[in-house]
């Protein structure tokens, strides 16, 4: 089974997962579209990376931590959320929701494209094209 949420899922009763964007050590980050406002976000999902694994209907488990050791992340992990959407700097991106769901956590922000983001994106596609 996959680690990733399967594409359509949706989150909060208002968030539909487009694709994956990327997974790090803590999260797996997700393009998703907002339902009722029609437009896209960033979802970043707490799942760590070598601890985490996904149940049945897409509920996280941790498998090498104590239950109470995972709960605590997750509550780092909200705290930090809370804490970013107070910023209001061009500089950092702007986090719009908190939620907990599937026994985890996920935060919504804005989803910005870089330059660097659009140039490997444009790289990814061309060599795709040349296979």
Do not use: W
């Amino acid at each position: 089974m996959s680690s990733y949420l399967p594409i359509d899922t949706i989150l909060d009763s208002n968030y539909r997962i487009i694709e994956v964007i990327g997974q790090g050590g803590f999260g797996i980050t997700y393009k998703a579209e907002n339902i009722s406002l029609g437009n896209i976000v960033c979802i970043k999902e707490l799942f760590i990376s070598g601890n985490s694994t996904r149940g049945a209907n897409n509920t996280v488990h941790s498998q090498n931590m104590k239950e109470n050791s995972f709960n605590y992340f997750k509550e780092r992990f909200i705290t930090e959320a809370r804490d970013l959407a107070k910023f209001n700097n061009p500089g950092i991106v702007k986090v719009t929701g908190v939620f907990e769901q599937n026994d985890t956590a996920y935060f919504v922000r804005s989803i910005e494209e870089t330059c660097f983001v659009r140039a490997v994106r444009n790289f990814n596609s061309s060599a795709e094209a040349v296979k």
